[in-house]
Structures are given as structure tokens and as C-alpha cells.
């Protein structure tokens, strides 16, 4: 059964960072993308980044461009949302999620919700002094 599980968040002040894991079991990670999402109260969510997993094609949201990073850990099944320069406006629960592209390797993916079939239980992220 797949299953998603994330971890890494918590509370941290402007400019800090923070690394979200992402714990992939169940499936075959090559034949998925995995993306990253957030969701602050009263806001819908959205696509942060998302990483095909065989190529390693990744994609980022604006917003977040030049201060997260993706990347994944293939022995762990593990992938990562690297998150630097945070601001207030990141705090969110910060979910990740699987779409299956069987053996769409190339091309790029897009971070867009209702693409992602498989979701985990998310973690909270507070960037506040």
C-alpha cells in the first residue's frame, strides 16, 4: 500500500531554514512524481515544487525559487524540500504527494493539486520571530 509520511517541521524564525523529509513506501518511486504542497488557513493549497523521480526533473513554484531545493534519496526512498530564506508568509502545512507517470521520464512536471493522487498527513512549518 503507498504510503507517504512527512516530517521536519516546526517553528523558525525569518531567514532560518528547515529540511522537510518525505518517506516514500508501498511503490516504485521511479514511476512517480513526487511534488510538494502547502496550505495556510483560509487559503487553498498550492504547488511548491515537484521532482520525476527517474530523471530527476524538477519544477518550482515562483514564490519559492532560488530559496527551496528538491532532492531526493534513493536508498532512503526519501525525498527532501530543502527551504531557506523562510518568510512568514511560508508558514503552511507542508504536504507531500504522489502522481504515477509510468514511463513519462522527461519533460516537465507541474506542482498542481488535483494531478496528485496519493497525499501524506503533512507538517506543520511557522516562520515567526
Known amino acids: 500500500q503507498l504510503q507517504l509520511v512527512e516530517s521536519g517541521g516546526g517553528l523558525v524564525q525569518p531567514g532560518g531554514s528547515l529540511r522537510l523529509s518525505c518517506a516514500a513506501s508501498g511503490f516504485t518511486l521511479d514511476y512517480y512524481t513526487i511534488g510538494w504542497f502547502r496550505q495556510a488557513p483560509g487559503k487553498e493549497r498550492e504547488g511548491v515544487s515537484c521532482?520525476?523521480?527517474?530523471?530527476?526533473?524538477?519544477n518550482y513554484a515562483d514564490s519559492v525559487k532560488g530559496r527551496f531545493t528538491i532532492s531526493r534519496d534513493d536508498a532512503k526512498k526519501t525525498v527532501y524540500l530543502q527551504m531557506n530564506s523562510l518568510k512568514p508568509e511560508d508558514s503552511a502545512v507542508y504536504y507531500c504527494?504522489?502522481?504515477?507517470?509510468?514511463?513519462?521520464?522527461?519533460?516537465?512536471?507541474?506542482?498542481?493539486?488535483?494531478?496528485?493522487?496519493?497525499w501524506g498527513q503533512g507538517t506543520q512549518v511557522t516562520v515567526s520571530s
Open positions: 521532482m520525476k523521480i527517474r530523471t530527476a526533473m524538477t
Open positions: 504527494a504522489a502522481h504515477y507517470i509510468g514511463r513519462d521520464f522527461f519533460g516537465r512536471c507541474v506542482p498542481s493539486p488535483p494531478d496528485y493522487e496519493d
